[in-house]
């Protein structure tokens, strides 16, 4: 720090110090808008120099990651506002491809009628940002990873099958993203610091060199739909350090680096690829995710305060992903797969809490961490500005046990769902529904009627499943119970390839079979044919292959599940079959948020009011889902589980995650 302030006061025209130190005194500091820009806008961020200036002025960016589409909208100005407080400059976010277009060629930035779209207010984040005295730094992708869907990308591309490749300058993928960046751009182009918006910084791709295409007109194409579209603001690369300039274009981008340890190391190596040039790191990571059946990750305060210290005192700026991770809501946990093939053999899936350790806990609560942030921010950055008042926590609270007393089985739902035929297996995006995009997320049933089975007839499913499969005989479920994470090596998940299993042990005749395929999330890096359901290969049984069957299209769609009126009071839980259930939750006076604990049903997701809240199963590590009190309303408030397996009674609250220990 003392070595910094020399260069801060010699770069100050003696009369600008002065009136700072007169009109700045203590208690009546700057606020960072009036610090940068109160002489006017007339540059953005440079980097002719090792440090960044903006408009003339250095400036360290303290970023933290937060993304609007992981936070209810409501949350927001909570969210920034304690961000702020803890002396960051700056928030930095990811774009949802996947998200604002969510049919092809149909757009959602808010009320744009898709399930997500009270997230999308895109402006309204930036906006909300700069109103709470913020920086803004986005990251595009159009590839995102974030341990989200498909890498943010939307599934309808996949339906030009084998001749498009992702994050390559290939036509048709380039097609798709021109589309798109002609929409978002010009969008983001009006919020730009020059502008006079907030965003100061845009990244092109992520982590660009773990694909190892090294495709240099990839790079140079998504820049120049950028700069076509208006954007003027500095473009910046982010991959490891030890990657080198593979994922890189440095005459066209500042890299930045990605990393958790070893800081000067990686500091170092960043330097020596671009000397002279202001370092920065994109991805602090502040914690870590958790994936279905293995152990809950959490990065120590110490191991945090650590390279966070060694970062700030380089001194480099640095983002700090995450600073608050929010939840994977809906559908929309990604997956990695650790085999980076195309098969997806290693698939290993994401949890629906994205809390990731954060600083600020998933439900926006301090922890540690946010108080170390807070300190040594204030003891490195050389700029002092004025901050909020660090802001009241929102108390989660209990809400009495909801008795589950109205079901929706399994064969009725179908018959509302959208459907279509094949004569041979199609995957879940291939299926002509959603005006010609596919089935995105949730379940595809494929039904075949009229089946004669003799006695113990063997089914079997070429190839693995993608991602699991429930198996009924005329509406029985006859493949096993889903319920550990060792239960993911038997009969019916990803691990099993060209697997089989024994339909019946009597003669059956007009037999109706249903393979209903869940798909658990599209890996967000490292494999690209991401098709979900059933189609590497035939269904046989007793070595017959199987054809003209019905799918059907169980998307959990808000407005679908609200107009659901079929339902009939719960008179036993051993139907050995998935259901809908359904409950009431009475609310008096304003909803508060709160903890669905799920762990004494088996395998499912929570719908609320319509909403699909997230996925559960028993297996955890995490055994609640966060409630946040948005999605509530003063009254009575739908409650709905669709059960895979076993049911509880009631579904029951608490007030902070539970996590069980593998
Ligand atoms: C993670 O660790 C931090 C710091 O030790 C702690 O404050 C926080 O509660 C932990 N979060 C979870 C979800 O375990
Ligand atoms: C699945 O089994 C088939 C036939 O035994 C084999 O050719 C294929 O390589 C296997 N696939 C995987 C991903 O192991």
Request: proline share 4%; hydrophobic share 35%.
């Amino acid at each position: 720090m003392l070595t910094r302030i020399p260069v801060i006061y010699m770069m100050m025209p003696s009369v600008l110090l002065l009136c700072l130190l007169v009109s700045f005194s203590l208690g009546d500091l700057p606020t960072n808008y009036e610090y940068y820009t109160s002489d006017g806008i007339s540059s953005g961020l440079s980097t002719d120099q090792p440090t960044f200036y903006l408009n003339g002025k250095e400036i360290y960016i303290y970023s933290g990651a937060i993304h609007y589409f992981r936070v209810p909208r409501a949350y927001w100005r909570d969210r920034l506002r304690k961000l702020r407080a803890a002396g960051f400059n700056t928030v930095e976010t990811y774009i949802a491809w996947n998200l604002h277009e969510y049919q092809s060629g149909v757009y959602d930035f808010g009320n744009g009628g898709s399930d997500m779209e009270d997230f999308l207010h895109l402006e309204e984040f930036i906006q909300t940002a700069q109103d709470e005295d913020l920086f803004v730094i986005i990251r595009s992708g159009p590839f995102i990873c974030a341990e989200f869907e498909f890498g943010g990308f939307p599934s309808f591309i996949l339906r030009d099958g084998q001749d498009l490749w992702v994050r390559t300058d290939n036509e048709l993928y380039m097609n798709y993203v021109t589309r798109w960046y002609n929409v978002l751009m010009p969008i983001l182009a009006q919020h730009q610091f020059t502008k006079g918006g907030p965003i100061i910084m845009l990244q092109v791709e992520n982590e660009y060199a773990i694909t190892g295409y090294k495709d240099h007109n990839y790079l140079w194409h998504l820049r120049q739909l950028m700069l076509d579209n208006g954007i003027v603001e500095l473009l910046v690369t982010a991959d490891n350090p030890w990657k080198g300039t593979d994922g890189a274009y440095p005459e066209y981008f500042l890299m930045t680096g990605n990393f958790d340890s070893d800081a000067q190391t990686n500091l170092d190596t960043l330097k020596s690829l671009q000397p002279n040039k202001p370092i920065m790191v994109m991805e602090y990571w502040s914690g870590w995710f958790d994936y279905w059946g293995q152990q809950h990750q959490n990065k120590t305060a110490d191991q945090f305060k650590e390279v966070y210290e060694a970062i700030l005192s380089y001194p480099a700026s640095v983002n700090m992903y995450m600073f608050i991770g929010g939840t994977n809501f809906y559908f929309l946990s990604g997956a990695q797969n650790l085999a980076y093939d195309d098969l997806n053999t290693k698939f290993t899936p994401m949890t629906t809490s994205y809390d990731y350790g954060a600083p600020l806990a998933e439900n926006g609560a301090y922890t540690d961490k946010y108080w170390i942030a807070q300190e040594l921010i204030a003891k490195y950055n050389p700029i002092q500005t004025k901050l909020p008042a660090v802001p009241d926590e929102i108390k989660p609270i209990y809400y009495p046990w909801v008795t589950l007393d109205k079901q929706i089985t399994l064969d009725t739902l179908l018959i509302h769902a959208l459907s279509d035929t094949s004569s041979n297996l199609i995957s879940m995006e291939n299926m002509n529904i959603n005006g010609g995009s596919g089935q995105s997320y949730g379940y595809v049933v494929y039904r075949k009627t009229g089946l004669t089975l003799s006695a113990n007839s063997v089914l079997k499913i070429e190839g693995r499943v993608c991602d699991t499969v429930i198996v009924l005989v005329n509406g029985v479920r006859v493949s096993p119970i889903l319920e550990t994470s060792s239960d993911l090596n038997n009969f019916g998940t990803w691990r099993t390839n060209d697997s089989t299993l024994i339909l019946n042990t009597v003669d059956l005749t007009d037999v109706t079979v249903d393979l209903l395929v869940e798909n658990w999330g599209r890996v967000n890096v490292g494999a690209y044919r991401q098709y979900k359901g059933l189609w590497e290969g035939n269904v046989l049984i007793n070595g017959n292959i199987i054809s003209d069957w019905t799918l059907y299209a169980l998307e959990f769609k808000k407005s679908w599940t609200n107009s659901l009126t079929d339902w009939t009071s719960v008179t036993s839980r051993d139907i050995n079959q998935p259901v809908l259930y359904k409950g009431t939750l009475s609310i008096t006076g304003t909803p508060g948020d709160s903890y669905v604990y799920m762990e004494e049903f088996t395998k499912g997701i929570v719908i609320i009011n319509g909403f699909v809240l997230g996925r559960y199963t028993k297996m955890g590590p995490q055994q609640t889902l966060y409630l946040p009190a948005p999605l509530l309303k003063e009254g009575d408030n739908d409650i709905m589980i669709f059960e895979h397996y076993q049911p509880a009674e009631q579904v029951k609250f608490v007030i902070e995650h539970v996590y069980t220990n593998h």
